[in-house]
């Protein structure tokens, strides 16, 4: 999730930052789906992450 210490790590962490403003209300409804019954057969779902290079790799 691109944490803010991994750019204070001697070398800075090289990470991938996800969208978790998009995450948590997508996984919210897929969670009450299941339990409510709804959904059934386990989803799948891409959303857009973003490689955040530094000097890790």
Do not use: K, N
Not at 37 to 50: D, W
């Amino acid at each position: 999730d691109d944490a803010a210490v991994a750019a204070t790590c001697d070398p800075p962490l090289t990470t991938v930052a996800q969208p978790l403003g998009d995450m948590t209300p997508l996984l919210t409804e897929l969670l009450l789906r299941q339990i409510e019954g709804v959904g059934e057969r386990v989803e799948s779902r891409v959303l857009p992450t973003q490689l955040v290079h530094r000097a890790s790799a």
